[in-house]
């Protein structure tokens, strides 16, 4: 059974800097890997889709790799803001329906 | 910039009382799906559905739910003789390619208060 895992849970840095979120996922056989930001009590907002055959995907200040064989894949953001605030979850694709993460919850101080 | 829109955005009920959500996928998608979010627990998937029919449902999704696209626009979930524990975040998302490839997009949400 497809399990997903997030690390940190929570991450408070200030503002200006990189970081990285962590997701891992137990079993590799994956369609693809989507990563999601949700704020406080909101929406789910697609962030990047990775297919299963791609290494990373770029979209602005954020980039996302891909390591189906590891079961791992990081979010990358670069020269935070504190609009970069909220949860962000990855989930990826298994059998039909996406498997979720329970998220890191980013908090950027100005 | 095209988006599924969800209806009620809040909605507070009595236990035993049947609710539906309503939400409006993206006009050219031909995939839709439930998913719930209970109050700080992960995101669970309810069901798919595809060319008029559920093509996948979870073990949460039993004859307490029902999904219906009753005309070319609208997707909704049903919610019979609520419990307590409906009690949670109900998002809706809509795909516009076939398979795996495709990028879900989902709405805010409707938020389900079961008292």
């Known amino acids: 059974k497809q399990e997903v895992t997030q690390i940190p849970a929570a991450l408070s840095v200030p503002e200006g800097e990189n970081l990285v979120l962590n997701c891992s996922f137990t079993?590799?056989?994956?369609?693809?890997l989507q990563w999601f930001r949700q704020d406080h009590g909101k929406g789910l907002t697609s962030l990047l889709l990775?297919?299963?055959s791609q290494r990373e995907q770029t979209s602005g200040r954020l980039n996302a790799s891909l390591d189906k064989s590891s079961g791992r894949s990081t979010l990358y953001i670069a020269a935070s803001q504190p609009g970069d605030s909220a949860t962000y979850l990855c989930a990826v694709d298994s059998n039909y329906q996406l498997i979720w993460g329970a998220g890191t919850k980013l908090i950027i101080k100005p | 910039e095209p988006e599924v829109t969800q209806t009620p955005s809040h909605q507070v009920t009595q236990m035993g009382q049947e609710v539906i959500l309503r939400c409006v996928p993206i006009s050219n998608h031909l995939y839709f799906y439930w998913y719930r979010q209970i109050l700080g627990q992960k995101v669970e998937f309810l069901v798919s559905f595809y060319n008029n029919e559920i093509s996948e449902k979870s073990e949460i999704f039993d004859d307490q739910f029902s999904v219906e696209r009753p005309d070319g626009s609208n997707f909704t979930l049903k919610i019979r003789s609520t419990k307590l524990e409906d009690s949670a975040m109900y998002f809706c998302?809509?795909?516009?390619?076939?398979?795996?490839?495709?990028?879900?997009?989902f709405g805010e949400g409707s938020r389900l208060t079961v008292l």
């Open positions: 990775i297919q299963s």
């Open positions: 079993d590799s056989a994956i369609y693809n």
């Open positions: 998302a809509s795909k516009g390619t076939g398979g795996n490839t495709g990028e879900l997009f």
